[in-house]
């Protein structure tokens, strides 16, 4: 039985490899400063720059570090006042 040749796979770590949809690709992210979320904020990006934010995001222990969720959320809040995600939102954030 013979093994099938497995074709090399770009990382995101290799500066040579070319763009692919995969890296271009924009993506809704809302971020929370805590996990009660009752502040938000929401950007547009691609994965490698959500990686690099994540890389950059530093804090005394994970508890302190803010919130990232691939959706978006509305106004509406819970009986605890957090937020809920928008009705109808695209949870897997993807923009476009």
Request: aromatic share 4%.
């Amino acid at each position: 039985m013979t093994v099938p040749e497995q074709l090399p796979r770009p990382s995101l770590r290799d500066a040579s490899a070319k763009p692919t949809e995969i890296d271009t690709a924009a993506h809704r992210v809302t971020f929370f400063q805590n996990k009660l979320a009752r502040s938000q904020r929401q950007e547009t990006l691609t994965l490698p720059q959500i990686k690099q934010r994540m890389l950059e995001t530093v804090g005394p222990d994970k508890g302190k570090l803010p919130l990232m969720k691939f959706a978006v959320f509305g106004d509406v809040r819970t009986e605890k006042k957090c937020r809920q995600a928008a009705q109808g939102a695209d949870h897997r954030g993807q923009a476009g």
